[in-house]
């Protein structure tokens, strides 16, 4: 009963690296989205993918790039890890159309950029 | 667009309190409603929903009312444990379009034995 899965749970960047958070789900699900928890400002959606093979723009999209590798895997990339971006990520699914379903969340991963 | 306004905490509660932590949204359409609970270094857990008006979704014996007429969805619980102790999110749904959710800002609980 994975659900779903981020790697990894922690990292420390220096401004200006890249990075990649990896996101899997074994749901079966169809939507994945990433979110950013900052303290105050509760959960802001960054990326989604409605289903594999399209992604769109959320709240907060800028300084990031995503992935739809296939059905399973939904990837978030930082081209240029700036200290705006320490943060909690949070990577989701649901089911296509399931917003009566609500989502499942992975664990997070912590970001601090130095 | 889209946003969820929730009271600001930390609320403090002796252990067999009662609980309400408010909730209210602005919405343009009919959106679903949700709770979700985060327990400390964990994700985001789906507590309980409504998806219509007047609905009351209940869950571990906290409850919510879709209240349209005063666009709410406060969240209560008649006798709260230590381990209730979290963060709790209000968040809605459209139900279209994109279908992601709109989360209000937290409010942390802190119950003391």
């Known amino acids: 009963n994975a659900g779903v899965t981020q790697t990894p749970k922690f990292q420390v960047l220096k401004t200006g690296q890249s990075m990649t958070l990896q996101c899997a789900q074994d749901?079966?699900?169809?939507?994945m989205y990433w979110y950013r928890q900052d303290p105050g400002m509760g959960l802001r959606l960054i990326y989604y993918?409605?289903?594999?093979?399209?992604?769109d723009k959320g709240e907060v999209p800028n300084g990031y790039n995503v992935s739809r590798l296939n059905k399973r895997e939904f990837s978030l990339r930082l081209e240029s890890a700036a200290p705006s971006q320490t943060s909690v990520y949070f990577c989701?699914?649901?089911?296509?159309?399931?917003?009566?379903?609500?989502?499942?969340f992975g664990s997070g991963t912590r970001l601090t950029v130095v | 667009g889209d946003s969820v306004t929730q009271m600001e905490g930390p609320v403090t509660l002796s252990e067999e309190a009662f609980l309400t932590i408010n909730c209210t949204y602005t919405?343009?359409?009919?959106?679903?409603l949700f709770w979700y609970v985060q327990y400390p270094g964990e994700g985001l857990q789906l507590l309980l929903k409504?998806?219509?008006?007047?609905d009351k979704g209940s869950n571990k014996g906290f409850e919510a009312t879709y209240r349209k007429e005063t666009t709410s969805f406060h969240l209560e619980k008649g006798s709260v444990q230590v381990s209730d102790s979290a963060v709790y999110f209000c968040a809605l749904s459209e139900g279209t379009g994109r279908r992601a959710l709109t989360f209000g800002s937290g409010t942390r609980l802190q119950v003391q034995p």
């Open positions: 989701a699914s649901s089911e296509e159309g399931s917003a009566n379903y609500g989502y499942t």
């Open positions: 749901m079966n699900h169809n939507s």
């Open positions: 919405a343009t359409g009919y959106p679903s």
């Open positions: 993918s409605a289903s594999e093979g399209t992604t």
């Open positions: 409504a998806t219509k008006a007047d």
